[in-house]
């Protein structure tokens, strides 16, 4: 139980495109989801949390206009990286918590985004 | 902000070797997580622990929360080539399970 998985696992795009990302959650329904974005070899760093029906919440420093986040559904959420540039070029990885009163986050196998 | 420090950065360990790994904060949390990652992949959950001085095992993989609730540990008993990948702790103070602070990871490498 608790999969989450993410589409696509890799994506090369031009500078100036836009991207989007799908996270699902399989076998759960996720009222929040987390998205994360992850250098070589550096620890995750969150970038924003997604709730269903309502605007996802930023961390400090990230830009809400250029990583647009969708919480269409307790089972889906998007984030669409608009207008990338290379610096852009980063491993993503969206999570879910299964609530319940637990804490732990079940996360997806992560998309490689590459700018170009 | 919130940080761990977690230790060691790397590892280079022998098949059948025990490994020990830790993460320390002068910060109290009120749970810690014990996560690995394998190349291009997402982290996957090893051992959550809830409790002050709890010790839980999860096949030849132990964990303990530290009584101070400043640290944890993870022990890997007879490792073995499949336990190559990136070690990762998290702490968590409240029950925002997007608000957990990550350690920087340790890297295992386990030669046959």
């Known amino acids: 139980g608790a999969v989450v998985s993410q589409h696509p696992s890799w994506v090369i795009c031009k500078s100036g495109t836009s991207v989007k990302i799908e996270c699902r959650s399989l076998d759960f329904q996720a009222t929040t989801m987390f998205w994360y974005r992850q250098f070589p070899k550096q620890s995750l760093m969150l970038m924003a949390t997604s709730n269903e029906g309502s605007k996802a919440t930023y961390e400090q420093g990230v830009e809400k206009d250029k990583f647009l986040i969708n919480h269409a559904s307790l089972t889906l959420s998007t984030l669409t990286v608009t207008s990338a540039h290379p610096e852009d070029s980063s491993f993503y990885i969206c999570?879910?918590?299964?609530?319940?009163?637990?804490?732990?986050?079940?996360f997806g196998p992560g998309t490689r985004l590459t700018v170009t | 902000g919130q940080q761990l420090n977690q230790s060691p950065q790397s590892m280079f360990i022998q098949e059948g070797e025990d490994v020990s790994m830790n993460c320390t904060s002068s910060s109290i949390f009120n749970t810690w997580l014990w996560y690995k990652q394998d190349p291009g992949e997402g982290p996957v959950l090893l051992i959550a622990l809830y409790k002050a001085g709890e010790l839980t095992s999860n096949g030849r993989l132990t964990a303990q929360f530290g009584i101070t609730r400043k640290d944890s540990f993870l022990n890997i008993s007879a490792s073995i080539p499949s336990d190559v990948g990136i070690y990762f702790c998290a702490g968590l103070r409240g029950t925002n399970a997007g608000k957990s602070t990550f350690g920087d990871g340790t890297t295992l490498t386990v030669k046959p």
């Open positions: 999570s879910a918590g299964t609530g319940g009163g637990g804490y732990e986050q079940y």
